[in-house]
């Protein structure tokens, strides 16, 4: 009596194993797309070295994040990237907007000073 009891709990406890696995399975499939979907971070296509339109101002965008105007770092923090645009945060709150023109030019907006520049690229 013991046994069947047992077994019966034991093909029980299986079942319910067994009905949760397509769930688990459509679980991490969707955590794998989340993370496929996850935007790139690095800087890669944005590198280089970018003088304005006015010749008084350097730009140079590293892969790392790390944002240069005229030698001196910036204290941005990278908020999000898209497509053609990068969204940075000063340390005043301030945005810093650059938009990618094309290959060879960019614009930069800041919030602070209510100012667009036009850069265009010198080196890679």
């Known amino acids: 009596m ?4 047992l077994l019966k709990k034991v093909v029980f406890v299986l079942s319910l194993l067994f009905s949760m696995i397509p769930f688990m399975i459509q679980l991490r499939l969707t955590q794998q797309e989340k993370k496929s979907k996850t935007k790139d971070l690095s800087l890669k296509k944005w ?3 970018w003088v304005s339109d006015k010749g008084d101002l350097l730009l140079e965008i590293s892969e ?3 944002i240069f105007m005229n030698n001196s770092p910036l204290e ?4 999000n990237i898209l497509n053609n645009e990068l969204l940075f945060q000063d340390q005043y709150g301030y945005s810093i907007n650059i938009t990618k023109k094309n290959e060879y030019s960019l614009l930069l907006f800041d919030e602070a000073e209510q100012k667009e520049y036009l850069f265009s690229r010198i080196a890679k």
């Not at 013991?2 to 009891?5: E, F, L, P, S």
């Not at 941005?76 to 908020?79: A, D, I, P, S, V």
């Open 2 to 5: 013991k046994q069947k009891t």
């Open 64 to 66: 790392k994040s790390n």
């Open 76 to 79: 941005l923090t990278l908020q």
């Open 47 to 49: 590198k280089g070295l």
